[in-house]
């Protein structure tokens, strides 16, 4: 990427780090983040990010294998850490000397990071960090780079704004360690902004997720090039004891039928016949199987939608090449401006 000489400066240490031509990460988005887009994103100087999701060690023994049949670049999996399976995923991670894992989804439970980093093949640990308390938790705990994900991405969020954490995190820990930012991130001008306020590189899901080589629906993918970014909503919470984290998708049938879904959960909740572990992984379950509905089959009224506030800039299909090239010309443009 010698053609856009000041972002590929200020992307150095993301890349070097991550061992990719560009320090574009792609978000895992379960069904969506797959082999094809996973290899096409390495493959076009990106780095891509298998989501594990809720697969068995067996599935992602194979996910990866066929993988890395369509790429000799490096790419990341992403790992839920409330996997009743995690240890058994971080061993199939090592067998085939995976670079990077991300753990998303709550803090690592004891012993993961070491489990990663201390194998035969040891790899990478990449962790969201929500808060700068946390951040410099995790950074103690050994991780070795954080991405700081804002309000406006898709899927699971967090309460905080993308800009509002970026000032906050960025200042106090860039200088010393690998901060990614993600969230409402659609275009180069805003990869810029952030890479000049210290970021190593930056995430964006929403705006691969709608790449030629995605496997969604072409249903899926039509719903997100006529939304508009107010169309993203985040997901109401309907009872205090079920902490339910917000997802943001387009609104449908299918955000609507959720907050049902919570009603019944918490109702089971009330009766006793329902443990909060087990109530928790009902409404995950609940996801899974929604989101299944939307990316693979094109149900788009009642299938869970999830998309970032950046879906307002999706307006067609382009090849993963063309978005990595638009995103580095941008942000190019917007540092020679200044």
């Known amino acids: 990427m ?3 000489p000041k972002t590929a400066h200020l992307m150095q240490r993301g890349c070097d780090f991550l061992g990719s031509d560009t320090a574009i990460l792609c978000g895992a988005m379960s069904w969506v983040s797959e082999r094809n887009l996973v290899s096409a994103i390495s493959n076009a100087g990106g780095f891509g990010v298998i989501a594990c999701g ?8 194979r996910e990866i294998a066929a993988t890395k049949a369509l790429t000799d670049k490096p790419f990341g999996v992403n790992l839920i850490t409330m996997h009743p399976d995690l240890f058994d995923l971080i061993q199939v991670c090592e067998k085939h000397g995976v670079g990077h894992v991300v753990l998303a989804g709550g803090i690592p439970p004891k012993g993961s990071v070491e489990a990663i980093k201390g194998g035969q093949n040891p790899a990478k640990v990449i962790c969201f960090a929500p ?3 946390l951040a410099k938790k995790l950074l103690r705990s050994g991780a070795d780079a954080l991405v700081i994900e804002g309000m406006e991405a898709g899927g699971h969020i967090g309460p905080v704004s993308t800009s509002v954490l970026a000032q906050e995190m960025l200042p106090e820990l860039a200088e010393e360690h690998l901060i990614f930012v993600a969230g409402g991130i ?3 001008q805003a990869i810029a902004g952030y890479l000049e306020m210290g970021a ?3 995430q964006l899901g929403t705006r691969f997720a709608c790449a030629t080589e995605s496997i969604a629906h072409p ?8 939304a508009s970014a107010r169309d993203a909503i985040a997901s109401v919470q309907v009872d205090p004891r079920l902490p339910v984290i917000p997802v943001r998708a387009l609104k449908n049938k299918g955000t609507e039928e959720f907050t049902r879904k919570q009603i019944e959960v918490a109702g089971v ?3 006793g016949g329902l443990a909060m572990d087990e109530a928790q992984l009902q409404i995950e379950h609940y996801w899974a199987g929604a989101l299944r509905r939307a990316v693979i089959d094109g149900d788009v ?7 970032g506030q950046s879906v307002g800039m999706l307006k067609e299909e382009e090849p993963v090449a063309v978005i990595i090239e638009k995103l580095m010309a941008q942000s190019e443009e917007a540092l020679t401006r200044r």
Do not use: I, Q
């Not at 809720?54 to 023994?61: H, K, Q, R, S, V």
């Not at 249903?219 to 006529?226: E, G, Q």
């Open 219 to 226: 249903d899926f993918k039509k719903a997100f090039f006529r």
């Open 2 to 4: 010698n053609t856009y």
């Open 131 to 133: 808060t700068l308390a």
């Open 54 to 61: 809720a697969m068995t060690p067996e599935l992602l023994d």
């Open 301 to 307: 009224e009642n299938g869970s939608l999830m998309a």
């Open 186 to 188: 659609g275009r180069g």
């Open 269 to 271: 909740l009330d009766s």
């Open 200 to 202: 190593a590189g930056v």
